[in-house]
């Protein structure tokens, strides 16, 4: 009977012992930074996630680290463009006198890569890279399509739905925030603003990025920008994976940006 005993309350330990010996499947997360994050902005927690899609220039699918960083909450604001062009005597940008997006809290466009660097460094901060963009824009959901989940609607973001580009209750570029946001607290990752990364673009380069905080290759003609805009039609444009080559100097009225920043 003791025997019996004994070899029961082994068998125990052992089922015991087996699971405390199991080897983690992800890695220690980093400490957060110390404090709250600078006004305006968000933490976006370290973390793994497979970028890209079965889309063409968005192939291999890779497993990517990104390691925390803060990011703009919203796409810059003429309110915050505008400060920053009366400070340092920098351009206005050309649709100023524009009705259709000049509010305050519409989001600037019209802005080429360099005034968008130009603005991240006034600010004290930076564009975010591309897969900087990609990882915040999923809110850590794996690997849905759009920031929110699989399907999208006219109440999810400003593009333009099939009922026409007013269906989701804008025509041009709307204030920023006035949809709601994804799991990261960031507003607008999909519609309303193409947004600049630093990145040159490069359609093989999924093939050869380093899987911990890539940042685009090392030469190029084009940047990248993410997200879609208010006059997107294709649903394709406004997904997570999605990217456009652009040349740096182009300024139009459906291209923004948002900054990020390092702790
Ligand atoms: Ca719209």
């Known amino acids: 009977m003791k025997l019996i005993i004994f070899l029961l309350l082994s068998f125990f330990m052992l089922i015991g012992c087996g699971g405390k010996s199991e080897i983690p499947d ?3 997360s980093e400490p957060a930074p110390p404090g709250p994050p600078p006004a305006g902005m968000v933490l976006v927690p370290a973390g793994t996630f497979v970028m890209g899609s079965d889309e063409e220039d968005q192939q291999p699918q890779h497993t990517v680290y990104i390691k925390a960083f803060y990011m703009d909450t ?4 003429n309110r915050h463009y505008m400060a920053f062009v009366k ?6 940008p050309p649709f100023y006198k524009d009705d259709d997006f000049n509010t305050p809290d519409q989001p600037v466009v019209g802005v080429t890569y360099y005034d968008a660097m130009t603005y991240a460094h006034w600010a004290g901060k930076r564009l975010p890279t591309e ?10 959901l794996g ?3 759009y920031p929110w989940g699989d399907e999208i609607s006219a109440k999810q973001c400003n593009y333009v739905p099939s009922g026409g580009k007013e269906a989701d209750g804008y025509e041009y570029t709307a204030p920023v925030g006035k949809f709601a946001p994804n799991a990261f607290g960031l507003y607008d990752m999909a519609g309303n603003a193409w ?3 630093q ?9 050869v990025s380093p899987d911990s905080n890539p940042f685009g290759p090392d030469s190029g003609y084009t940047r990248v920008v993410r997200g879609g805009s208010y006059l997107s039609i294709n649903p ?3 997904s997570c994976a999605s990217r456009l080559e652009l040349k740096p100097f182009v300024q139009d009225r459906y291209y923004g940006f948002r900054c990020a920043q390092s702790p």
């Open 143 to 145: 690997n849905k399509k």
């Open 87 to 92: 400070e340092t005597g920098h351009p206005k």
């Open 195 to 197: 947004e600049w990364c």
């Open 236 to 238: 394709k444009y406004l």
């Open 199 to 207: 990145d040159f673009y490069s359609i093989t380069y999924y093939s």
């Open 74 to 77: 919203y796409e810059v604001t």
């Open 26 to 28: 992800q890695l220690p």
């Open 131 to 140: 897969a900087e963009w990609e990882y915040a824009a999923r809110g850590g």
